[in-house]
């Protein structure tokens, strides 16, 4: 089975990792004969007197920016400013080592019990049994993860280094602080016994996820996270509500009079989108109309 929240999750500490990295991608922004991907998550939000604004869906990671339509990167270079979920590119590292460390006096080994410890063992020999003692389950799982995630180009990173490099004025919806403490909520001893006990294929699961984003299916992707098929373990209502629900309402309160204020680029989670809870739910009953980019009449 595959335990989303823990690849979604997962994605956080894998997006501070691309951030270490100090070269940029210059995406390619020359109209392709045919689209790299599907539908492009690209929608333009507008409302009477606002300047003209858009909300893009990311993949965190698993999608190439190049493989993102160019008309992304068009829209961008045309706003003032641009929204982002949180600045990891400017996480303090100290900050990062120790929010996957547990409290003192806690034992990861006496958490999760002996035999799920020895399975952690067998699974990341390279690390002292010492120091995965003192981390705590998203610490783990993001060491776990870190052979799936090699190598790979986080989208939102090269958004904000190209809006740093194109001057543009940044804003973030959450505090590094936010995330963190909500990583240590979700990512729990119990959510490290499943991905231990259920075995947890994270590149079956990055390449599940990228496949529906680059088919520009946003119904689907929201559904493959909230209502999985029997293979996949369910996000419970109360996680659903912590990780996505509730900030959306936060986000779309934020946002409004961003949009006011000027021309804007917001770049989030393509699963903070979709639902009666999503993102464009929440905008349309704030009154502002959203047009999403049609690559076959090449417009919004």
Request: glycine share 4%; with cysteine.
């Amino acid at each position: 089975m595959i335990n989303t929240i823990t690849l979604l999750l997962g994605f956080w500490l894998g997006l501070f990792s691309s951030s270490c990295a100090t070269d940029t991608i210059t995406p390619n922004v020359a109209t392709p004969t045919s689209p790299p991907m599907g539908t492009p998550l690209l929608w333009e939000v507008r409302k009477p007197s606002y300047p003209k604004s858009y909300l893009f869906g990311t993949i965190h990671l698993g999608v190439h920016p190049d493989e993102v339509h160019p008309i992304v990167w068009q829209r961008l270079k045309r706003t003032k400013q641009v929204v982002l979920e949180a600045d990891v590119l400017n996480a303090d590292p100290s900050t990062i080592r120790n929010s996957v460390m547990l409290p003192r006096g806690k034992s990861m080994r006496k958490l999760i019990g002996n035999e799920d410890w020895q399975k952690l063992l067998k699974k990341v020999p390279h690390v002292p049994p010492s120091a995965l003692d003192r981390m705590n389950a998203y610490g783990i799982i993001n060491t776990l993860q870190a052979k799936a995630f090699k190598g790979q180009v986080s989208m939102d990173i090269e958004i904000h280094k190209l809006a740093t490099e194109s001057k543009k004025n940044l804003v973030f919806l959450e505090t590094i602080d936010f995330q963190i403490n909500l990583l240590k909520k979700l990512f729990t001893p119990q959510v490290l016994k499943e991905y231990l006990e259920n075995d947890i294929q994270d590149q079956d699961t990055l390449k599940e996820f990228s496949d529906i984003y680059k088919q520009g299916d946003i119904e689907k992707l929201y559904q493959l996270v909230v209502n999985p098929p029997a293979k996949h373990m369910k996000m419970s209502p109360d996680k659903i509500k912590l990780l996505i629900d509730k900030r959306n309402r936060s986000w779309a309160a934020i946002l409004d009079p961003l949009f006011r204020r000027d021309s804007t680029f917001v770049a989030v989670g393509a699963g903070h989108l979709s639902g009666k809870q999503g993102l464009l739910q929440l905008l349309k009953k704030r009154g502002f109309i959203l047009s999403r980019y049609d690559p076959m009449q090449r417009r919004i």
